[in-house]
């Protein structure tokens, strides 16, 4: 161990005896505190490895670290033989050692002399200290700068196992520890992996996080910019998904990563970040083509990912959540100066063009169809180019469309466009199609140029055909006989030829509504009316006195008393009979000496009951 690489307290303990076939072997616990980078930098991470090494058969686990002063990012357990590293056998002497190891990751706030205490070893059965407690001293240094980053030492590996290869057991060792791993393959000037230097466009996290970034953060309209993701996570053994893709919306992209074919990211790449060791790895690319001017905005990703914290073999499985931050692009308009008229916004070049007919001679009246293909940046399939121009003689329309993307230039990706257009002669001879000129705009230069393409000439064979003559009129099999052989020449009226009878046949419906709920109610007045008319006929006083004379006058005798007496006994429910105790008693005297003794006179007592009900009436 090379003291400018790392500082280490070695404490030493002796034990009892071991006997073993040779003789007397002592058990040795060696407790070392490692410092990395040996004078850290505040406020940014680094890393204490806390190693265990025991010779000889003992159960020991060491103490647990304090760091007064400082923050703990990743707070580790204190090593302990129950996770044994087996570091190579003795000879006839039957000594052994084991190893194990924690690694911590701290930050200072400031600037100046910090101590690390809680350094030794204890027995776990017992409780006994079998290393005698310590401390270390971490001298840390002012940020320079800029926040420029310090490079981090390389660890040095462990040493490899008696009788087997360097690496071996697969996993067993951390990052940077024991045996080293090959690095990811990093091409020079690649352009996917991450900038170096100061973290951007990212919320650093030392447990993961997301970062984004475009190439090209003030495109023109059409013009590419590439979106790229790295997941950056503390550990080379991941597995990762994209929870939640970007929002990309007025934009056209084209995925430049299968998604099928990657099960986390495409290419990995090593990066110290804060002075820690991570991995980025490209988890999506994607070209996009803004289709308006302005100002928008990427949405931010979200990465769920799971990984082996320290190592393979003996480390601890950590899943997160990451979420990225969203990107903002400024999209430029073409300039307005020197714009072609026809020129149509998103169109990029430089533009190929070529056009062909699906045959050059037809005949008079039939379609050949004219294909224009047009490869240039961009999405064209979103554009388009201008039509043809017109040609006398002949009878244009539009065709079929078809677009592909060629991602094999993942910088620049192009567009490959296949418009038809169905061309009609209308007389025979040689018709020249003309030359279309496509304008395009050049955002490398910021110039305007035009791609010119000669268009085939069509021949029209045959004589033009006679657009009035119907050659089926002799047929009288299919000819066309009208529906009415005396159609009426009357001018046909409309009815709504006025406002009023437009708001007349409006208001119809619910004024016959209206109509119809004023008979309803207007013939429930009348019931009500006639039964309470038939109810005053049947309990008024003055009414059955009435039908009484009636009655006697039409010679009904039994009728006319009977109705008297019912006169008689609703008056006295009715009116105050005090005042007329005469009248009352003459009128009843007379009605029970008919009702009951069947003598007497009935027209007097009809006369008497008429009497008192009209005093009674007449006092009321």
Known sequence: MRPSLRRALCLTATTASLATMAGEARAEVRVTVSVMPPQPVAGQPFHVVYSLQVRNDRMVQATQLQFPGMRVLANAAPPSTANMMIGGFGAMGGMFSVQSSAEYIVVAPRAGRFTITGIGAVDPQTGQAVGRSSTQTVTVTAAPPGGAQVAQPAMPAQPAMPGFPMGFPPGLFPPGMGAPEPPPPVTENDPDAPPTGQITSAQYDPAGFVRVSV???????????????????????????VQHEPQLTGFWNEQLIDRTQVRCARQWFRQNVGQREMYAGLVRKVALFPTRAGRMEVGAPEVVAEYIENDGFLGQRRQITARGPSVVVDVREPPTEGRPANYVPGLLGPLLLSAELDRATVATGETATLRLRVTG??????????????????????????????PSDERNVRGILTSEYLMVPERPGAHALGTLTVPWFDPNEGRYHTSTVQLPTLTATGPAPERDADERREDPTIALEPLEPSPSLTAHRPFFTSGARVWGVIALPPLSLLALGLARSLARWQRTRASKRDEALRNDPVSLSAQADAALAAGDTARAVDLAGRALERAK????????????????????????????????????VRALVRALEEAS
């Open 215 to 241: 190439d090209n953060p003030t495109p023109y309209v059409g013009q590419q910019t590439t979106l790229r993701i790295w997941l950056y996570v503390p550990s080379s053994e991941v597995a990762c998904d």
């Open 377 to 406: 940046n961009g999405y064209l399939g979103a554009v388009g180019i201008p039509a043809p121009p017109a040609v006398d003689g002949i009878r244009a329309h539009d065709g079929a469309s078809h677009h592909e993307v060629d």
């Open 573 to 608: 429910r009715e009116y105050d009979t005090a005042a007329h105790t005469t009248l009352l008693r003459e009128a009843t005297d007379a009605c029970d000496a008919l009702r009951f003794g069947g003598a007497g006179d009935a027209r007097a007592a009809v006369e008497k």
